[in-house]
T-cell receptor
Framework: GAVVSQHPSRVICKSGTSVKIECRSL??????MFWYRQFPKQSLMLMAT?????????EQGVEKDKFLINHASLTLSTLTVTSAHPEDSSFYIC????????????????FGDGTRLSIL | RKEVEQDPGPFNVPEGATVAFNCTYS??????FFWYRQDCRKEPKLLMS???SGNEDGRFTAQLNRASQYISLLIRDSKLSDSATYLC??????????FGTGTSLTVIP
């Protein structure tokens, strides 16, 4: 159980292109989804947290107009990198968390398999 | 002070060895704790949650010490396939998660 699917796994595109990444929870309802980016040999960096039906909460320094997040259902969140440039090249990973009520605090995050984005 | 601190290693151990990692956290009110493993160029995968009474899953044992604010992961009989980066993750409250920088483990034949 607790499978999160992320698509596409690899994107190579030209500078100025907008890229959409999908994150789906396949066998559970994701109350909350998280978006991270990771540079080589560095830690995961949280970009934003989104709850279904609400606007995402962005971390300091992350441009919300640059990284558009939509969490329209309990099983799908999307991240769109708008007008991507070479400095946006990175490994983007989503995660999802389920559960409600008292058990929620014990629920871990389950990660998608990541999207490697390369902007030429 | 960082919310979560881990020794980055690297830990290089021979096959069959026992190895232990520690992770300290700064907020005494933290609610839940997890260990993940991350292979090179892959996503983190949940290894185990850490419960107050300690818990074991095969060769892996996790423990929590709330008084000293640390969690540990013990790996017995190390396999080559255990080579990875091990991430300590602490849930402070709600959706506030803090990740350690990871501890690199290489198991040598």
């Amino acid at each position: 159980g607790a499978v999160v699917s992320q698509h596409p796994s690899r994107v190579i595109c030209k500078s100025g292109t907008s890229v959409k990444i999908e994150c789906r929870s396949l066998d559970f309802q994701a109350t909350t989804m998280f978006w991270y980016r990771q540079f080589p040999k560095q830690s995961l960096m949280l970009m934003a947290t989104s709850n279904e039906g609400s606007k995402a909460t962005y971390e300091q320094g992350v441009e919300k107009d640059k990284f558009l997040i939509n969490h329209a259902s309990l099983t799908l969140s999307t991240l769109t990198v708008t007008s991507a440039h070479p400095e946006d090249s990175s490994f983007y990973i989503c995660s999802a968390r389920s559960g409600t009520g008292g058990a929620y605090s014990n629920q871990p995050q389950h990660f998608g398999d990541g999207t490697r984005l390369s902007i030429l | 002070r960082k919310e979560v601190e881990q020794d980055p290693g690297p830990f290089n151990v021979p096959e069959g060895a026992t190895v232990a990692f520690n992770c300290t956290y700064s907020n005494s009110a933290s609610q839940s704790f997890f260990w993940y493993r991350q292979d090179c160029r892959k996503e983190p995968k949940l290894l185990m949650s850490v419960y107050s009474s300690g818990n074991e899953d095969g060769r892996f044992t996790a423990q929590l010490n709330r008084a000293s604010q640390y969690i540990s992961l013990l790996i017995r009989d190390s396999k080559l396939s255990d080579s990875a980066t091990y991430l300590c993750v602490v849930n402070k409250a709600g959706n506030q998660f803090y990740f350690g920088t990871g501890t690199s483990l290489t198991v040598i034949p």
